[in-house]
């Protein structure tokens, strides 16, 4: 997971790439392949892509709802 500091800027971030993978995924479940083709373009490579996933995963704003198939929890626990 890259974090902003002084070499990295916040565009080129993990935290920048979060809210483009939620978007996505707040449209309905999908697979890791699906949602991957629909960001790739905002995202980048797959290491980033998978650093975003774990990071939403450790957030509990993602879940496998399927072997297969993750999607948005929303969390109204506050």
Do not use: H, W
């Not at 070499?7 to 699906?34: D, F, H, M, Q, W």
């Not at 991957?36 to 879940?63: E, H, I, M, P």
């Amino acid at each position: 997971m890259r974090l902003p500091n002084k070499v990295t800027p916040y565009k080129k971030s993990t935290l920048a790439k979060l809210p483009v993978v939620i978007t996505a995924l707040r449209e309905g479940p999908v697979n890791p392949l699906t949602l991957y083709k629909k960001v790739k373009r905002q995202v980048g490579s797959v290491s980033d892509f998978v650093a975003v996933l774990s990071c939403l995963y450790a957030l509990n704003t993602v879940d496998f709802l399927d072997e297969e198939v993750l999607g948005y929890v929303e969390n109204d626990s506050m």
